[in-house]
């Protein structure tokens, strides 16, 4: 019988405290972006679930990236890992990464195709990559796998390529922890596709995972839609967060021409963040200014979800801190007609041209599409 997910996640556990003499060399790691999402996250512990157990395959150890503190943070996470009889506490974040040579491991990408931050240093170790974000032009063309390509959730190229895996471990494993795996693997597909309704999000390939997955599924009572209102119940509970909590709950990190940016996602919009604080509408900004001096920022953006009343809405704000900074959020400006950009509330909260915030338009340009414009912005900011 194979491991069940429980005891292949001590067992990774295991592999990472042992002592540096009695390691099995080289480790090999699934790792997501360092952002942490629901997808990320999920993505990692099935796919090294399946890679160790599915292939018989030397074990594949998922790391969660991000610290062990920040973990608490993904309620949502937390809420699916229950539904799987795991807890937060069953996984492995970076709080737990020992020193490691680079050639003694070996990495998989998930949910990414470029090591940033303080994985950076193992970049020369990665072995393959499943992504749906741009191609970073990072991992050479003859790794395997090496899947890049659009998707409403990652997790469903995971599923793709892993079909046969699932066969292999579904043989050799109790029904009751297969379905435990295809919900931790079902709700990502569920929550980044609006529940399969969002049109310019939702890929067949979404589809055809959800319906695989959905077959893995014995117990009767459950119900993908309920499944799917629980989790977004949790994820859009930002209540009792700080700014500052809320700023890193979903945060990612970049360096281009010599300027250095930051955007957090958050899953309620500017009319809830500008009011958290009962009219003081400042604070947001305060906080925010916090935030991008804590992260020694040049560029500190906002990009928000929402649903008013049924309506899919984004947000975006774009804040530039020096001359560099400014001249480069002036040059995204000019580039992102696709974006379809309407001033928030007729401007009333920009500032010189220093600080801008939007009503985006066009619903299916993520940070998966407005990063890669703000820093070619950056890159070539004439």
Request: proline share 5%; with cysteine.
């Amino acid at each position: 019988m194979n491991m069940t997910l429980r005891a292949f996640l001590a067992a990774a556990r295991a592999a990472l405290a042992a002592p540096p003499a009695e390691r099995t060399l080289p480790l090999t790691f699934v790792v997501g972006n360092e952002s942490a999402d629901l997808d990320s996250l999920c993505s990692a512990v099935v796919y090294a679930y399946l890679r160790t157990n599915g292939k018989q395959q030397s074990l594949h150890i998922p790391l969660s990236n991000l610290p062990r503190a920040d973990l608490a943070l993904r309620t949502e996470m937390t809420a699916v890992l229950k539904d799987a009889d795991l807890t937060p506490s069953d996984l492995l974040t970076l709080s737990e990464l020992p020193d490691l040579k680079p050639e003694d491991t070996r990495w998989l990408l998930i949910d990414h195709n470029s090591l940033t931050g303080p994985l950076r240093k193992f970049e020369s170790q990665v072995i393959g990559c499943i992504d749906h974000h741009v191609d970073e032009g990072t991992i050479p063309r003859d790794r395997s796998p090496r899947i890049i390509e659009p998707c409403g959730s990652c997790m469903s190229l995971v599923i793709e390529e892993s079909k046969k895996l699932w066969e292999a471990v579904a043989a050799g494993s109790h029904h009751s922890e297969v379905e435990k795996l295809a919900r931790l693997a079902l709700a990502p597909v569920l929550i980044d596709t609006i529940n399969l309704t969002a049109k310019d999000k939702t890929k067949p390939k979404d589809r055809s995972a959800a319906e695989f997955l959905q077959g893995k599924m014995r117990d009767e009572k459950f119900h993908p839609d309920a499944y799917y209102k629980a989790i977004e119940a949790v994820k859009e509970d930002i209540s009792e967060l700080s700014f500052r909590d809320i700023f890193r709950k979903d945060y990612k990190e970049w360096t281009e021409g010599g300027l250095r940016l930051g955007i957090s996602c958050a899953v309620q919009n500017f009319d809830y963040l500008l009011h958290k604080t009962k009219g003081y509408t400042d604070e947001f900004f305060d906080k925010l200014g916090d935030w991008a001096k804590e992260r020694e920022l040049d560029i500190i953006s906002v990009m928000t979800t929402s649903h008013p009343g049924g309506e899919f809405q984004r947000h975006l704000l774009v804040w530039a801190r020096g001359d560099e900074a400014i001249a480069a959020v002036q040059k995204f400006v000019k580039i992102s007609g696709a974006l379809e950009l309407q001033p928030y509330e007729d401007g009333k909260h920009d500032k010189a041209g220093q600080r801008l915030a939007w009503r985006q338009k066009n619903l299916a340009a993520s940070r998966k599409q407005v990063s890669p414009l703000l820093r070619e912005a950056m890159k070539c900011r004439t």
